[in-house]
């Protein structure tokens, strides 16, 4: 039973009331039996409103959510009673989700149904679940709320976002990907299977054009080549302590996994074989490269639920693994985090007997907050301190690119936002440029 304002305020009536009673030496009396009539109005009140318990209560949603994604709850409430419901319901998403509201009006006669809707976003990937729901119903006179808990408590995963790749097959359908940043050229490939000839034109490979027939036709012609299926992309995650650190917020670890996701998504969609394999000072997970969208699932089940590590990363393990299992050559895709030429030299001594065999990038989170430091007005010690940090910060991180670069691994820092296309523009280049 819970009071309501009305409640209160009469109560709070009854206090000038009884100071004027007490003029007539009256007060307790009437203290006691005002307050008393008021409790005993409001448990009657109380047992002739509706208990809720034919209240029906179901959600609607994606069978898992998208990590710090604007996620669509769907609540359908039904009254299986012969009594009118009115007042409040209140979901009880876990506790530390946003929720664009908890809160609704709750009107619902007799075996009608209603829906609802509000918008949730997840702050961590994990496992968690709704706590259920509560519903106040109006008691007559309005004195109090009673109060039910609905049974609909419910379990929830929550994985990265999922929601950006229904947004790029959309984007993809509709000719659009450059919305997101992608540049996905038109072009044919420099594939290894022969589709057809056509006449040449301005700005294409002198390597396409077909020697015999030109001489033929009396003029320039050039081969069309499908781009190559069946090749592989393996993406390789550090969970090791370098991506503990955190961007806007939010850790390293984090943004990869969307950008590892997105990558993946689009090699699938393109033909190609996906794998994935997970490795701190061991490996932790690994998956065969294997074709079909069905791959992204059960990579999207070994990810959901990874976690940076306070050790040290041990990449020559890590490759040294990966050797004796896929010899095939493939487009590896190496999330972690080298902020300095030493751990970059380190690195890419460990990755030396695999880039020759595979092409190599690596592939790391920018920190947004290092270029506004720099960029920044000296105004006083604090911002000249921050200036002169950041500068260092950039200045080994770019000598860690070029210490990769020149051991014939590609390089590439994108900003968090910014990561998932520019990998999936290496990609396409890597494709369109037959480099595998």
């Known amino acids: ?179 997101v940043g992608i540049r996905k050229s038109r072009a044919r490939g420099l594939g290894m299977e022969f589709e057809s000839l056509r006449d040449y034109g301005e700005g294409d490979d002198y390597r396409k054009v077909d020697w015999k027939a030109s001489a033929r036709r009396g003029k320039l012609v050039v081969r069309e080549y499908e781009q190559e299926k069946n090749q592989t992309v393996i993406v390789i995650v550090d969970v090791g302590r370098h991506m503990m650190a955190e961007v806007n917020g939010v850790r390293k670890l984090d943004r990869a996994l969307d950008a590892c996701l997105m990558l993946l998504h689009a090699a699938a969609l393109e033909g190609d074989l996906v794998g994935l394999m997970v490795y701190s000072d061991r490996v932790s997970r690994y998956i065969p490269p294997r074709k079909g969208r069905a791959q992204i699932g059960v990579i999207l089940n070994a990810i959901h639920d990874l976690i940076a590590e306070p050790v040290e990363s041990d990449p020559v393990k890590a490759m040294a693994f990966l050797a004796t299992r896929y010899k095939r050559r493939s487009l590896l895709v190496i999330f972690s985090d080298l902020d300095g030429p030493d751990g970059a030299s380190a690195f890419a001594a460990g990755l030396g007997p695999v880039s020759r065999r595979h092409l190599a990038v690596v592939a790391r989170v920018a920190d947004p907050k290092l270029l506004t430091s720099y960029d920044q007005t000296i105004t006083d010690s604090v911002a000249l301190f921050e200036r002169t940090a950041a500068d260092f910060l950039i200045a080994d991180r770019r000598k860690a690119s070029s210490v990769l670069t020149a051991a014939g691994l590609h390089s590439l820092e994108a900003d968090p936002d910014q990561l998932a296309a520019a990998l999936v523009n290496f990609y396409f280049v890597v494709k369109d440029k037959a480099l595998l």
């Open 1 to 179: 039973m819970i009071p309501t304002k009305r409640l209160l305020l009469l109560v709070a009536l009854g206090i000038p009331l009884a100071a004027l009673f007490g003029q007539l030496g009256q007060a307790d009396l009437f203290f006691w039996g005002y307050n008393l009539l008021l409790l005993a109005t409001a448990v009657t009140t109380y047992y002739l409103a509706p208990s809720g318990k034919s209240l029906r209560l179901s959600r609607k949603m994606d069978a898992v959510l998208s990590v710090r994604a604007a996620n669509r709850i769907e609540l359908r409430l039904r009254n299986d009673g012969l009594e009118r419901l009115e007042g409040q319901i209140r979901d009880e998403p876990p506790p530390l989700f946003k929720a664009s509201r908890k809160e609704f009006d709750l009107s619902l006669g007799p075996g009608a149904e209603k829906e609802i809707s509000y918008i949730l976003t997840p702050n961590e990937r994990g496992a968690d679940y709704f706590r259920g729901a509560y519903v106040r119903l109006k008691c007559p006179l309005g004195l109090v709320w009673r109060q039910q808990k609905v049974p609909a408590a419910q379990p929830v995963r929550v994985y990265p976002n999922i929601l950006a790749l229904r947004e790029f097959d959309l984007l993809k359908q509709r000719g659009r990907l450059n919305e």
